[in-house]
């Protein structure tokens, strides 16, 4: 099946840090999105990217549609506490009736 | 804002049995989804549904799985015989356009015995 794969796996960083994660395929998507996951809860959508090369920031956080369609970064800027969680990217592949596929996710974790 | 519910947040079941897992989609969409993560993985796809029938499956969507809008608000999961390695979380999704990022419930976590 198709996949994503997102990098790092986890990342150990001390608040006010600058965080950089992305996700690349092999194959080519209409939409990324950025999703992020607390313990035991749904994801929550954080961005979401329809056009390649476009570049949107919710708040601190700032991702990108890569020109190529087949991948994606997501930043976020001056980190705190309340950041920690799993972030998860996902695409939607063209021509699907919008199943979203998944990455393995980015544990970040925040020092105070 | 609106959101996706979901009951019962927890299931435990022995194996072999049915359950259901229910959802309510926001109310203006039209497109919904059932998604599962085993613990510790990532999110995958199960099926979406559109105008009252399934318009995408996953291989995981089997003939134990079916799924059902009984009526104008719930979309309903139902795993027929239950076995150990269904345990998961089991998340809906609805979305309300093609165009439209879809927008996930709090879950509903299965354990199966």
């Known amino acids: 099946g198709q996949q994503l794969n997102q990098s790092p796996q986890s990342m150990f960083i001390q608040e006010g840090e600058d965080v950089s994660m992305n996700c690349t395929s092999s194959?080519?998507?209409?939409?990324w999105l950025w999703y992020k996951q607390d313990p035991g809860e749904g994801p929550v959508l954080l961005i979401a990217l329809y056009k390649a090369g476009e570049l949107t920031s919710n708040g601190r956080l700032t991702a990108q549609f890569g020109i190529t369609r087949k991948d994606s970064f997501l930043n976020i800027s001056a980190s705190i506490p309340s950041d920690v969680g799993i972030y998860f990217c996902a695409g939607q592949l063209g021509g699907s009736q919008g199943n979203l596929i998944f990455g393995k996710g980015t544990k970040l974790s925040v020092k105070p | 804002e609106p959101e996706v519910t979901q009951t019962p947040s927890h299931q435990v079941t022995q194996m072999g049995q049915e359950v259901i897992l229910r959802c309510v989609p926001i109310s203006n969409h039209l497109y919904f989804y059932w998604y599962r993560q085993i613990l510790g993985q990532k999110v995958e796809f199960l099926v979406s549904f559109y105008n009252n029938e399934i318009s995408e499956k996953s291989e995981i969507f089997d003939d134990q799985f079916s799924v059902e809008r009984p009526d104008g608000s719930n979309f309903t999961l139902k795993i027929r015989s239950t076995k150990l390695e269904d345990s998961a979380m089991y998340f809906c999704a609805s979305k309300q356009g093609t165009t439209e990022t879809q927008y996930f419930g709090p879950g509903t976590r299965l354990l199966v015995l």
């Open positions: 194959s080519i998507f209409n939409t």
